[in-house]
């Protein structure tokens, strides 16, 4: 894992903080937001171009005046050589150390509470990461549209969290990855059956 952000270098510090933001919250507030994305696994883009990566896109919720943390975490020996992703937290109140721990603002960012936050954090997140992508001179881009707005005909899949993951390498199916499957399984198919139908139309 290769951790960034601007809370604190340490753990223990981190855990002072969000022990503060748990209190400073309502018992039925939200205490931090979670985003998990999936990075670049080139080896052209390499640790470096995956640490920047997440760098780049902490800084987007850093120009609101959030306090963030994220790491990179590496596929592990039972999944997928490819799987490398970002898992990022942030606060959603602005807060600035002081000399006794941390002064939280009195209303949360008003950007977090708009309807158009999570596509511009996913816009900047696929900016961010084309920005390395081009550097590297590679081809491939990510695209923060949704399938519908790409016009691809495939239903999204789904996160399968930790509990979910943990089975699947056991071989344990789960709902969650059963849908995946099914879902990459029709897309396959009716693209073959796309093929089929333009080469028997020429």
Known sequence: RSPVGNIAKAAEER??????????ERADGRVQGVIIAELPYEPEIGADG????????GGV??????????TVHRPDDHSDPRNFHMHLVYGERPAEPTAVGWRFADRKAPETRKMGFLPMLRQRFADAVNAELEAAGMRRRYDPRSYEKMGIDKQP???????????ERKGVVTVKGRRN???????????????ARDGIAE
């Open 157 to 167: 899949g789904v996160h399968l969290g930790v509990s979910a993951a943990a089975l």
């Open 50 to 57: 995956r640490r920047r990566i997440v760098e780049a896109f």
């Open 15 to 24: 855990d002072i903080f969000w022990g503060m933001v748990e209190r400073r």
């Open 181 to 195: 499957v099914t879902a990459e399984m029709m897309f396959r198919l009716a693209g073959e059956v796309v093929a």
């Open 61 to 70: 919720l850093a120009d609101l005046g959030l306090r963030w943390h994220g």
